[in-house]
């Protein structure tokens, strides 16, 4: 029972992290500039993101504003078509550069530069922490997040590019809070509801637009 908790638990926390701070913050505020948002939410947001153990968001950000230059192509850092399949679905792909103009003004901001410096401090800090509160905690807060972030964005990079210049998927917004229409967003990366069922759209448009 106690584990049945966790795990339902643990999916309501996914999909506050997917919504607030992978989709909205992460995506669609700090790549594509589409709305502003408060620095409490920036704060809380960012923490989301470390829990869920996306990196470096600098890092992550300059590689989707590069994907977005050179989407389905050579030059794509994640097109599964160049890169490969279960490198891109595992995200164990790696970009040996990124052009400084992807990153450049990132580095006026200094919450994602300390996160950018201090990820894997973080990382570490959190799940033991959170492992020495209880391991079934561990699991709901720490681990699942960390899963739940690495299947989704694995599936939008090969799924939601099955075709060039993205594929609209709407299962996928189980992980990926309603950025399944990715056909949609590739249409127009300043659009920020792609569809009437993009849960992290609307929310964006209620809060933020």
Not at 14 to 34: E, N, P, T, V
Request: charged share 15%; hydrophobic share 45%; proline share 4%.
């Amino acid at each position: 029972m106690l584990l049945l908790t966790t795990i339902i638990l643990g999916l309501i926390w996914c999909q506050i992290i997917s919504h607030f701070g992978a989709s909205i913050l992460l995506h669609r505020y700090y790549c594509h500039k589409q709305f502003n948002v408060p620095k409490w939410f920036e704060f809380i947001g960012l923490a989301m993101l470390m829990i869920a153990v996306i990196r470096t968001p600098i890092g992550w950000i300059a590689s989707h504003r590069m994907h977005h230059h050179h989407s389905d192509t050579a030059k794509d850092p994640h097109s599964a078509k160049h890169v490969g399949f279960w490198k891109v679905l595992t995200t164990s792909w790696d970009i040996p550069n990124i052009p400084s103009r992807y990153a450049r003004d990132l580095y006026d901001n200094e919450m994602l530069v300390f996160c950018h410096n201090y990820w894997k401090h973080i990382w570490i800090s959190v799940w033991i922490i959170s492992f020495a509160i209880h391991p079934y905690f561990f699991i709901g807060f720490a681990l699942m997040p960390f899963l739940f972030a690495k299947i989704g964005f694995g599936l939008l990079n090969t799924i939601g590019h099955r075709e060039d210049g993205g594929s609209n998927v709407p299962w996928l917004n189980f992980f990926i809070a309603g950025e399944g229409f990715h056909k949609n967003h590739h249409d127009d990366s300043k659009q920020v509801r792609l569809h009437k069922w993009d849960t992290a759209g609307w929310i964006a448009e209620k809060i933020f637009k």
